[in-house]
């Protein structure tokens, strides 16, 4: 009993390792992607959909790109003030109340929203974050 329980614990470090590592490789990526470059670049979005505190806690604006510095089909969520869990959570229940929007809207072609980045940059001297999505169709089951 001893060596299963020590072969399952062994089995959950490396499992752990492992995802931590893939987890560091992971940020590394999208660096072409940042709140900077996606301000000066991706001007026309398709859609904006500004956000009011009082509904959601956070003042924020929800833009999507069809393609923004390569990357295709992009929902940004902006919003100013610090990075804070509570604002970045509220940063995903946005894509994620967006997500289920558009496929209320389009049930025959559903999307999920995959968390690329988040970045932020000073504009007129106040912090200004952005969560970056990229939005993929899902496919139908039947």
Partial sequence: MKKI???????????????????????????????????????????????NTMAYGVRAIVMRHSECLGYQDVLVVIWDGPRTERNKTAAKLLMLLYVDFVNNQNPNEPVDGFHLKTDNLLLNGEETNMAFYQLKKRPVQK
């Fill in 5 to 51: 329980l020590a072969a399952i614990v062994a089995i959950a470090l490396a499992g752990g390792l492992v995802y931590a590592c893939s987890g560091a490789s992971k940020s590394q990526k999208h660096t072409s992607l940042t709140a900077k470059s996606v301000y000066e670049t991706c001007k026309s979005p398709e859609e904006v959909h500004p956000i």
